[in-house]
Nanobody, 122 residues
Framework: VQLQASGGGLVQAGGSLRLSCAAS????????IHWFRQAPGKEREFVAA????????YYADSVKGRFTISRDNAKNTVYLQMNSLKPEDTAVYYC????????????????WGQGTQVTVSS
């Protein structure tokens, strides 16, 4: 079972990026897929989440209105569309899956993807 995060890069402030979290090895119909980010010297913070089955979405206040999380069941992939990027969005972004749980304790995520670096220049 694997989560593969990709799509990071360097972008100017105001630009856009789309991150992907490709899931393999099992079905994730009962899981909630989360995106987190961690900037250097800072705690990891929640960014967004989506329930795989119903597609219900949740966002941190800091990204609401700028980021959109979605999923493609056929491709077993969750996306994070990031628009109007700001320098403070610079971080390593991770995806993680939790079985029927929204934002559980750190140790209760079942699967983690490797991070993908997002750098926003001013």
């Amino acid at each position: 079972v694997q989560l593969q995060a990709s799509g990071g890069g360097l972008v100017q402030a105001g630009g856009s990026l789309r991150l992907s979290c490709a899931a393999s090895g099992r079905t994730f119909s009962s899981y909630i897929i989360h995106w987190f980010r961690q900037a250097p010297g800072k705690e990891r913070e929640f960014v967004a989440a989506i329930t795989w089955s119903a597609g219900s979405t949740y966002y941190a206040d800091s990204v609401k209105g700028r980021f959109t999380i979605s999923r493609d069941n056929a491709k077993n992939t969750v996306y994070l569309q990031m628009n109007s990027l700001k320098p403070e969005d610079t971080a390593v972004y991770y995806c993680a899956a939790a079985y029927r749980a929204l934002r559980p304790a750190t140790g209760d995520y079942d699967y983690w993807g490797q991070g993908t670096q997002v750098t926003v220049s001013s």
